[in-house]
């Protein structure tokens, strides 16, 4: 752990960075300066690279959380006599619905239980129920969980009755390896602050091509409408409408490059994929159950289920773990008392010992002992 920062964030974002993207923010970036626009083009065309072989793929930049990019999205794509079959199995899904319903798009929700995978057979039944669907929207990794939605199965759906596919794939994007033709999507949607690494600012959509050019004038809003972002960027080589994130911006840049020094997305994968391995081990031998079951289980936020413990509290464990310089996440299920530890970010394997063992010690400084299975 670097000595600079107070504690570790095992958050899904913002998470923990390392030193060297903190420091690529020491710098003053002229938004007209065509320095500046030529790491943004650059920026795209690693991002289209990371998650293409051979599609005709571009990106867009987009001022704000994650959140806006999906709103962004989703406002500036489905048409206006366009309708969207919006999968929700937690709260990034329902917020897609929100979206939808703010934004007066006609939608669909597929309402499922927060711990159980989208289901294809429901898809398959809504696509065919009802022709008036245009678009179908999925969370991949359902954050809220750590649940990894069945994103190939629905992309083939979707290509099969003709819908256009969006892939809200915040926390999955750069931390697990696929492409867009790996899950027939149109429109993919993350941000800066996960599994690239960097830090918030801004997010991004990959899109096919043929796609984005024909949604001229769809938008619902000025500042996130994603055709005339996306035109700017290209007639302008870099240029963003409106005053941009530039330290986010470089720092996202210096992620980039300190994502292929790590070996690409295949090794971060393996990283996170060690990081949780840890982490469950060590917590499965402290009592702690996970929510979901092994094979549901994304490598990026693990939820756990609180000790069956009177002298257990989210905050109790929270405080013990951040003077011993952890934060966690508190749960966000509605079913079930949870808390969250993410595995991504600047964080690696022994980073996940330290943190089971200060759970052990904060667990015997809260004079709490788990009854063990077995
Ligand atoms: C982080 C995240 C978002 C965006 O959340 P913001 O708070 O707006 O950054 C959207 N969807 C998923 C699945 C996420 O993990």
Redesign the pocket.
């Known amino acids: 752990m670097d000595d600079d920062i107070p504690y570790l964030l095992l958050t ?2 913002p998470l923990t960075t390392s030193r060297t993207v903190r420091s690529a923010m020491l710098r003053d970036y002229c938004t007209w300066d065509q320095d500046y626009n030529e790491l943004v083009t650059r920026i795209r065309e690693r991002l289209v690279s990371l998650v293409t072989r051979s599609l005709d793929v571009t990106s867009v930049l987009m001022q ?7 709103e962004a999205t989703l406002g500036s794509v489905v048409p206006p006599d366009g309708k969207v079959l919006i999968a929700n199995n ?1 709260a ?1 899904g329902a ?1 897609m619905v929100k979206i939808a319903e703010r934004l007066r798009i006609d939608h669909v929700e597929l309402a499922q239980p927060e711990i159980e995978p989208t289901n294809i057979d429901r898809v398959r039944s809504l696509l065919a129920e009802d022709p008036a669907i245009t678009h179908v929207a999925l ?6 969980t750590g649940m990894l939605n069945p994103a190939k199965e629905v992309g083939r759906l979707a290509r099969e009755h003709g819908k256009v596919f969006i892939l ?1 794939a ?2 999955s994007f750069g931390g697990i390896p696929y492409t867009m033709e790996d899950f027939e999507v149109d429109y993919l ?1 993350s ?1 800066a ?2 599994c690239i690494q960097g830090v ?1 600012g801004f ?1 991004f959509v990959l899109a096919r091509h043929e796609c984005l050019a024909a949604t001229e004038g769809y938008a619902r809003s000025l500042s996130l409408d994603l055709y005339d972002q996306w035109r700017d960027m290209e007639d302008h080589h870099g240029k963003w409408r409106f005053t941009s994130p530039t330290h986010t911006v470089r720092a996202f840049s210096q992620a980039l490059d300190e994502l292929d020094a790590e070996g690409g997305v295949e090794a971060r994968h393996l990283r996170y994929q060690e990081n949780h391995r840890v982490l469950v081990e060590g917590m499965r031998g402290l009592g702690f159950a996970t929510l979901l079951p092994d094979e549901q289980q994304a490598p990026i936020i693990t939820a756990f289920h609180y000790l069956d413990a009177p002298e257990f509290t989210f905050q109790g464990l929270y405080d013990q773990l951040k003077r011993r310089r952890f934060v966690i996440y508190p749960g966000k299920v509605s079913q079930a008392a949870t808390f969250r530890i993410g595995n991504i970010g600047h964080v690696f394997p022994d980073d996940m010992r330290l943190l089971v063992e200060s759970c052990r010690e904060a667990l015997d400084e809260l004079n709490i002992s788990p009854v063990l299975p077995g």
Do not use: A, L, Q
């Open positions: 899904p974002g704000g959380s994650g959140t806006f990019c999906v937690g990034y917020r969370v991949h990794c359902e954050t809220t809200d915040m926390s949607v941000s602050n996960k918030p997010g």
